[in-house]
């Protein structure tokens, strides 16, 4: 899909061209999921080979979250689309996954949100080539036993909090850039096993590579490393 992003053709001036306006979205079961993906014509029939796609969306969360999805593990795509509020009071999120599993959320704009993308106990999602700033408070959050998820190709800036990892374990973070957050990234929990994650030097901050590291001892930091 080739779109033309031009910022001042959103709500009220008229929808962004190449993205098709809607209201938001919220799915609540797998049942949902299929009725909704019925009703709306969307692509697939939630089977890993065939997964539900939802895609090519303009939404305004400035009434609801832009696409709120709980209690699901059918197989999904969330792609380009562009979901951000244009309001003063920013109350709503981008992209909301609370008890999801097997989705994945690419190359989406998830912009002036109270926060970007949130996964909350999700597991098992990708997260891929999405573009998150201008958010309240955080750009990408995976919260509460939200693990073994695959954050990639994300560019994260300009939000308070660019990526969070908050009580979950196992994740990947591969090739994402974030720039000019109040505070880029961040991992916290109250065991230790939420500090295990994949998270290597090709993930970067204001251009410099993130050193993730975790029980090591005897390790030298010097004039010589790029960081």
């Known amino acids: 899909l080739n779109v033309l992003y031009n910022p001042w053709l959103t709500e009220p001036w008229g929808e962004i061209i190449g993205f098709t306006a809607h209201t938001p979205i919220s799915i609540t079961s797998n049942s949902d999921f299929a009725s909704q993906a019925s009703s709306e014509g969307w692509a697939g029939d939630g089977t890993e080979g065939n997964p539900y796609i939802i895609e090519s ?38 992209i909301y996954l609370q008890d999801v599993q097997n ?13 970007g993308i949130l996964l909350i106990n999700s597991s098992s999602n990708n997260i891929t080539r999405c573009n998150v700033y201008g958010n309240t408070w955080y750009g990408i959050r995976l919260s509460y036993s939200s693990n073994n998820n695959i954050v990639s190709d994300c560019t994260v800036y300009n939000n308070y909090d660019g990526i969070f990892l908050w009580d979950s374990a196992n994740n990947i973070l591969q090739d994402n850039v974030l720039e000019n957050n109040d505070k880029n ?7 230790i096993s939420y500090y295990y994650q994949d ?29």
């Not at 939404?59 to 689309?81: L, Q």
């Not at 990234?185 to 065991?191: A, I, L, S």
């Open 199 to 227: 998270i290597d030097t090709s993930n970067t901050i204001n251009g410099k590579p993130i050193y993730y590291i975790i029980k090591q001892s005897g390790l030298v930091f010097d004039e010589n490393m790029d960081i």
């Open 185 to 191: 990234f961040g991992v916290d929990g109250e065991d």
């Open 57 to 94: 969306y303009d939404i305004n969360t400035s009434k609801a979250d832009g696409i709120y999805i709980e209690n699901t593990n059918v197989y999904f795509i969330i792609r380009n689309c562009m979901i951000y509020d244009n309001s003063e009071i920013r109350w709503n999120y981008g």
């Open 103 to 115: 989705g994945e959320i690419d190359n989406v704009t998830s912009h002036d949100n109270n926060e």
